[in-house]
């Protein structure tokens, strides 16, 4: 099969990409396996993944791994997921150095069982000083949870005298949120035929452009990336404006 990178155009890479790893269940019952063989070679799709954005140059890339409405599933489930998170941190991290990745995470970190916090707030001192690339982890994420949480520490903050309500703007509810120190993404990934963005960067994703895929997450490799790269460059980013505006801008 062709290597589609020689036709990815790198003027016109995504600084920031997220992606929704969706389809590891129905990957593994099409194999006539239990839900956690699909969630287990999910895995390799993150490594092959991360070295592609790597190579075109993608700053950030951000993986929704597990929601809050995730506690929800069998707890045999839930239970083998934070193994595999553990076991994989912990695999990866010399992987992680060798390649420059700095990893980090968002959301509701201390939600999480005490042994995986541990190993992730661990890989993330380790990594922290690495540059190539941002890994960033959506784990135990909703994004109305962290919308939530910003209105709340700024109705604090108006409360107690120490902001005034004319001060709240788009830019000041951003530096609340828990992507405060990343851009948003430009580009935003859904596997397996799934057409939706379920709680995820709700208000990060407002002119981001989306592509869906119905190939699920397991099978989704190094090709299947530079096609997603490939589609965002045919699309025109406007931002409210007509082309005129931004070929004149150009």
């Given at each position: 099969?062709?290597?589609?990178?020689?036709l990815v155009d790198l003027n016109n890479i995504p600084k920031h990409v997220a992606v929704i790893m969706d389809g590891n269940g129905r990957w593994a019952k099409q194999h006539g396996e239990a839900r956690l063989f699909g969630h287990a070679n999910g895995v390799d799709s993150v490594r092959a993944i991360l070295k592609a954005a790597r190579e075109l140059g993608v700053e950030f890339l951000?993986?929704?791994?597990?929601?809050?409405?995730?506690?929800?599933?069998?707890?045999?489930?839930?239970?083998?997921?934070?193994?595999?998170?553990?076991?994989?941190?912990?695999?990866?991290?010399?992987?992680?150095?060798?390649?420059?990745?700095?990893?980090?995470?968002?959301?509701?970190?201390?939600?999480?069982?005490?042994?995986?916090?541990?190993?992730?707030?661990?890989?993330?001192?380790?990594?922290?000083?690495?540059?190539?690339?941002?890994?960033?982890?959506?784990?135990?994420?909703?994004?109305?949870?962290?919308?939530?949480?910003?209105?709340?520490?700024?109705?604090?903050?108006?409360?107690?005298?120490?902001?005034?309500?004319?001060?709240?703007?788009?830019?000041?509810?951003?530096?609340?949120?828990?992507?405060?120190?990343?851009?948003?993404?430009?580009?935003?990934?859904?596997?397996?035929?799934?057409?939706?963005?379920?709680?995820?960067?709700?208000?990060?994703?407002?002119?981001?452009?989306?592509?869906?895929?119905?190939?699920?997450?397991?099978?989704?490799?190094?090709?299947?990336?530079?096609?997603?790269?490939?589609?965002?460059?045919?699309?025109?980013?406007?931002?409210?404006?007509?082309?005129?505006?931004?070929?004149?801008?150009?």
């Open positions: 099969m062709e290597d589609l990178k020689s951000t993986l929704y791994a597990f929601s809050t409405e995730n506690w929800n599933r069998p707890q045999e489930e839930v239970d083998g997921l934070m193994d595999l998170l553990v076991h994989s941190i912990t695999n990866e991290m010399d992987e992680l150095n060798e390649n420059g990745v700095r990893l980090t995470a968002i959301g509701d970190i201390e939600g999480l069982p005490t042994n995986c916090a541990s190993s992730l707030k661990d890989a993330i001192l380790t990594t922290k000083n690495n540059k190539d690339i941002t890994l960033i982890l959506a784990l135990n994420y909703s994004s109305k949870w962290e919308i939530r949480k910003a209105i709340q520490t700024i109705a604090t903050k108006v409360s107690e005298g120490e902001l005034t309500v004319d001060k709240i703007t788009d830019e000041l509810i951003s530096e609340h949120l828990t992507t405060n120190e990343f851009p948003d993404p430009e580009l935003m990934i859904r596997t397996s035929g799934e057409h939706r963005i379920s709680n995820f960067l709700l208000w990060q994703l407002a002119y981001s452009e989306f592509y869906f895929t119905e190939t699920h997450w397991p099978d989704f490799r190094r090709n299947d990336f530079f096609q997603a790269i490939l589609a965002y460059q045919q699309r025109e980013r406007r931002f409210g404006m007509v082309s005129e505006q931004i070929n004149t801008n150009e």
